[in-house]
């Protein structure tokens, strides 16, 4: 007599298999933090638009706090800033009586920029560069802009909008 071969109970290997490739690419995605995409869309201040006026610009999330002061305006070297790492902000004069924000995160991979020097704001992880007139990318790798942050100066004083 030949034996019959009846299936297993329980889900086919197959299924099994997909299930556990696909939960293990889950995790892996989410530990190693993704693409310079994942780091914007996944902070706070991500939808702000480049450049702003001396009263500053849209954005905002992480950094947008109370109307307290951050800086006085004698704080911010002309032609360079000042990082507020507690805040998540970097404040620049590029030119005498403007004053622009920024986040201090790192559109690359979300390291805290840390200097301001030469008229760039310098992230030390990969070494990215970008512009204290517009937060554009002066250098690589990071390829976006950081975004504004909405601050208004008023008389000496500075405040996040």
């Given at each position: ?34 693409s310079d995409d994942d780091a914007s869309n996944s902070s ?104 504004a942050v909405e601050i208004t100066v008023s008389g000496d ?5």
């Amino acid at each position: 007599m030949a034996a019959s071969l009846q299936p297993a109970s329980g889900p086919a290997r197959r299924t099994v298999v997909a299930a556990a490739g696909a939960a293990g690419l889950a995790v892996a995605l989410t530990a190693c933090g993704g693409s310079d995409d994942d780091a914007s869309n996944s902070s706070a201040d991500s939808g702000a638009g480049a450049g702003s006026g001396s009263a500053g610009s849209s954005g905002g999330g992480d950094a947008a706090a109370g109307a307290e002061p951050l800086a006085s305006t004698a704080d911010i070297p002309e032609g360079g800033g000042k990082v507020f790492a507690d805040r998540k902000v970097v404040v620049t004069q590029p030119t005498a009586g403007e004053f622009k924000a920024f986040s201090a995160t790192c559109t690359h991979q979300g390291c805290a920029v840390k200097s301001i020097a030469d008229g760039v704001i310098n992230c030390p992880c990969h070494n990215s560069k970008f512009s204290i007139a517009d937060g554009s990318v002066k250098g690589g790798p990071a390829t976006k802009p950081l975004p504004a942050v909405e601050i208004t100066v008023s008389g000496d004083s500075i405040t996040l909008a």
